[in-house]
């Protein structure tokens, strides 16, 4: 991983999970940049999918406003087969 994506990285990490800056994130991406996240489950409050920087703005402002336990996934143990 060159310098440039490790910095990247890290600032995406910091304005995401550490600060949970919305205008910092969305700053990260292009006008029309897209933020996917294919393994978050069906019908979980964090977007699978935002499409332009605004909306990566608002989605991602709209989930951290949630109180924390509205935010978290339920962690559970898989059922065995």
């Known amino acids: 991983m060159s310098a440039i994506s490790r910095e990247i990285f890290g600032r995406y990490l910091h ?37 332009g920087r605004e909306a990566i703005r608002a989605g991602i402002a709209e989930y951290h406003r949630r109180p924390p336990g ?4 339920t962690v559970g143990r898989s059922e065995e087969r």
Do not use: I, K, M, Q
């Open 15 to 51: 304005a995401g999970a550490l600060s949970h800056d919305a205008d910092a994130l969305a700053e990260l991406f292009t006008e029309d940049g897209v933020l996917e996240a294919p393994l978050v489950p069906a019908g979980h409050p964090y977007p699978r999918r935002l499409v």
């Open 70 to 73: 509205a935010r978290n996934p």
